[in-house]
């Protein structure tokens, strides 16, 4: 063959190869949200979405997936205007009704519950009465006992809410009598008493859950990637176990996916 020839020859293998080589990239949301994503505007990678998104891009080439740090009140504007292409560990319910999307069901649960301080006359019943007692939540999180009205007027007004951004915060609020109860994310507090061993003989653990969360990945309706492409990917990721090894840890449940 002529070195004319295969330089062709070369140069045709090269352009057909393209299409199948080169990723389409996907830019993931990422609003701290412990411990899913932790500070992502620092730089961390740390969180469980980090750790899903290296699983994703390990387990196929036809998608590269990248993470584009948000926050929990921007995330609407964000994905509206196209900044990224898909928010991951969400739930419809949020403040989405009427931003267009594809919902993924992630067949992924975890819990809101509520925390007080251990005292020997507290019991479960504490709980069952929020009136009259001093709430730390966080800012931007639609919670159930309040119909998922995230507004900090109608949080503070009705329920004598101290807003944060921080799960530590409040914790540490109640641990210190200055709020009576804290709604953290059962994953997180599991991880916060891993961090924090001596802190768990001092908090009360409610029985009650104030939700379920049930999440969900909701993509752009132009997004490189379809909800049908997105659903294969994490069920590959469910068939080899990775799913499972990523979550478990955080008490955060595989269940089956369900119609929303």
Excluded at 5 to 18: P, T
Excluded at 64 to 74: W, Y
Excluded at 109 to 117: H, L, T, Y
Excluded at 239 to 249: K, S
């Amino acid at each position: 063959m002529g070195i004319a020839s295969r330089v062709l020859l070369a140069a045709l293998i090269a352009v057909f190869a393209l299409p199948a080589t080169a990723a389409q990239l996907v830019r993931i949301g990422a609003a701290h949200f412990p411990p899913y994503t932790i500070r992502p505007e620092t730089g961390a990678d740390t969180g469980l979405l980090p750790q899903l998104v290296e699983a994703l891009n390990r387990s196929q080439s036809d998608y590269q997936f990248v993470l584009v740090p948000t926050s929990i009140p921007r995330r609407f504007n964000d994905f509206k205007q196209g900044r990224v292409d898909m928010a991951i560990f969400e739930n419809p319910d949020w403040g989405w009704k009427d931003v267009p999307h594809t919902a993924v069901d992630m067949g992924l649960e975890d819990a809101e519950i509520f925390v007080a301080q251990r005292q020997p006359d507290r019991q479960q019943d504490y709980f069952s009465d929020l009136r009259g007692k001093r709430l730390a939540l966080f800012s931007g999180y639609h919670y159930a006992f309040a119909e998922f009205n995230a507004d900090p007027k109608f949080l503070t007004g009705q329920y004598n809410a101290t807003l944060t951004y921080s799960h530590d915060s409040n914790l540490l609020m109640v641990l210190r009598g200055r709020a009576d109860i804290a709604l953290v994310t059962r994953s997180y507090l599991i991880d916060y008493v891993l961090r924090n061993p001596d802190v768990d003989p001092q908090l009360l653990i409610s029985e009650r859950i104030d939700q379920i969360y049930h999440h969900y990945a909701l993509i752009r309706p132009q997004a490189p990637i379809s909800g049908e492409a997105f659903n294969r990917l994490l069920q590959k990721l469910r068939d080899d176990g990775q799913m499972l090894a990523i979550f478990q840890p955080y008490q955060i449940q595989l269940v089956p996916a369900h119609d929303h």
